[in-house]
């Protein structure tokens, strides 16, 4: 079975940078789209950015410009680099994988993911 775990999150001021790193295991990594999400309280679960098994990126427009995905296919992990974090940024993060291999339609979309991790808390204060 796949399996998804992230690092742990954190508490940041806003302006502040943080990392977070997704490992995978029991899928052939690099095959598939990988992706962050987070979901705050009281809001549905939205994508934040995605990076296809060739290392192309996707980011919503409210992070891009601060947030940088990346993955090591050698190592079977992804990483999501924010910086300049904003109180908006705060929510619940989760590393996902697509359900089929070398699919990617450009949009991120929730739907598509079959795989998650448990979830990292990353809160930002103002």
């Known amino acids: 079975a796949v399996r998804l775990v992230e690092s742990e999150g954190g508490v940041v001021q806003a302006g502040g940078s943080l990392t977070l790193s997704c490992s995978a295991s029991?899928?052939?990594?690099?095959?598939?789209?990988l992706g962050w999400f987070r979901q705050a309280p009281g809001k549905e679960r939205e994508a934040v950015s995605c990076i296809t098994w060739d290392e192309r990126p996707y980011y919503i427009d409210s992070v891009k410009g601060r947030f940088t995905i990346s993955r090591d296919n050698t190592k079977n992990t992804m990483s999501l680099q924010m910086n300049n974090l904003k109180p908006e940024d705060t929510a619940m993060y989760y590393c996902?994988?697509?359900?089929?291999?070398?699919?990617?339609?450009?949009?991120?979309?929730?739907?598509?993911?079959?795989?998650w991790g448990q979830g990292t808390q990353v809160s930002v204060s103002s």
């Open positions: 996902a994988t697509e359900r089929t291999s070398y699919n990617w339609d450009g949009s991120c979309s929730l739907s598509d993911f079959g795989a």
């Open positions: 029991g899928m052939t990594f690099d095959m598939y789209t």
